[in-house]
């Protein structure tokens, strides 16, 4: 099975909106998450990483419950970075 790519954003995120258009465009399936509506996840990740920004990637490996998490500031700092590196998952 396929890694499954899953991104934490919120409505007014201009970068979160900005990650998900490149995306879609580049014809990358992904899952958002709106952490707003999803606060319980959102707080298992925050407390996994030690960090509460968005937009946060997970690429969930193989259907299980492992994989990487990247964070914006820590993991890449520009959409450019992100999108290569969720493309080596696919």
Request: aromatic share 8%.
């Amino acid at each position: 099975m396929a890694n499954k790519i899953i991104i934490f954003t919120l409505d007014n995120c201009i970068h979160c909106k900005s990650l998900k258009k490149r995306l879609k465009n580049d014809n990358v399936s992904f899952v958002d998450v709106d952490i707003d509506s999803n606060q319980e996840l959102w707080d298992d990740v925050v407390n996994q990483t030690g960090h509460n920004v968005v937009p946060s990637v997970y690429i969930q490996k193989d259907e299980m419950d492992d994989g990487p998490i990247y964070i914006p500031g820590k993991d890449f700092e520009d959409e450019e970075t992100i999108v290569n590196i969720i493309k080596t998952y696919i």
